[in-house]
């Protein structure tokens, strides 16, 4: 899924029971939301989990430089 906010795309995920607590999940650098795949038969079942892909990453667009 996406959302668009600001002229910004960021590419997410949002998985689990409705009710549950909620866990996000945030890659390190040069990575994107797919690390978290693993850990997901796990925490799918007792929880919603967010994962997310930070500008530049991923689905999420980058943001004009200069850097």
């Given at each position: 899924?996406?959302?668009e906010a600001?002229?910004?795309?960021i590419g997410?995920?949002?998985?689990?029971?409705?009710?549950?607590?909620?866990?996000?999940?945030?890659?390190?650098?040069?990575?994107?939301?797919?690390?978290?795949?693993?850990?997901?038969?796990?925490?799918?079942?007792?929880?919603?989990?967010?994962?997310?892909?930070?500008?530049?990453?991923?689905?999420?667009?980058?943001?004009?430089?200069?850097?």
């Amino acid at each position: 899924m996406k959302i668009e906010a600001n002229g910004i795309s960021i590419g997410y995920d949002l998985e689990g029971p409705l009710d549950a607590p909620v866990v996000t999940m945030s890659h390190s650098l040069a990575a994107n939301r797919d690390m978290w795949w693993p850990q997901m038969d796990a925490l799918r079942p007792n929880y919603r989990v967010l994962r997310y892909d930070t500008r530049g990453h991923g689905e999420s667009s980058a943001t004009d430089g200069p850097y």
